[in-house]
């Protein structure tokens, strides 16, 4: 029967971890100002094609068509809800137009 040495190690019997309640945001606002207007694809094409911003704040949030990748479809997608006057433009998937937390779950990630 193998029989650990607790040698110079530590045991720990017991790790907690508390989870918070998943971070709000509002679908398509890149540039977390809490309002979706043109500066945010801005933000996102700036993000995917200047490095500039080098980090999103929210990949999540720049999911504006929550397809759970941040690439140029989002910022299109954002500019075609903005200006496109059809009634058939699809709408921005929620949290919008309230923040919340992502209802499908993907690898993105939001910082505050
Ligand atoms: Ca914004
Ligand atoms: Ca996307
Ligand atoms: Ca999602």
């Given at each position: 029967?193998?029989?650990?040495?607790?040698?110079?190690?530590?045991?720990?019997?017991?790790?907690?971890?508390?989870?918070?309640?998943?971070?709000?945001?509002?679908?398509?606002?890149?540039?977390?100002?809490?309002?979706?207007?043109?500066?945010?694809?801005?933000?996102?094409?700036?993000?995917?094609?200047?490095?500039?911003?080098?980090?999103?704040?929210?990949?999540?949030?720049?999911?504006?068509?929550?397809?759970?990748?941040?690439d140029f479809s989002d910022a299109?997608?954002?500019?075609?809800?903005?200006?496109?006057?059809?009634?058939?433009?699809?709408?921005?998937?929620?949290?919008?137009?309230?923040?919340?937390?992502?209802?499908?779950?993907?690898?993105?990630?939001?910082?505050?």
């Amino acid at each position: 029967m193998f029989k650990p040495s607790l040698g110079n190690w530590i045991v720990v019997e017991k790790i907690e971890v508390s989870v918070g309640p998943p971070l709000a945001f509002l679908r398509g606002d890149s540039n977390r100002d809490n309002v979706l207007n043109i500066s945010d694809p801005i933000n996102t094409l700036g993000f995917l094609f200047q490095g500039n911003p080098a980090v999103l704040k929210c990949q999540d949030a720049a999911d504006a068509n929550d397809d759970g990748k941040v690439d140029f479809s989002d910022a299109l997608f954002t500019l075609t809800y903005l200006f496109n006057t059809n009634p058939a433009t699809p709408a921005i998937p929620p949290p919008f137009p309230a923040a919340g937390a992502d209802p499908t779950p993907d690898s993105l990630g939001c910082n505050l």
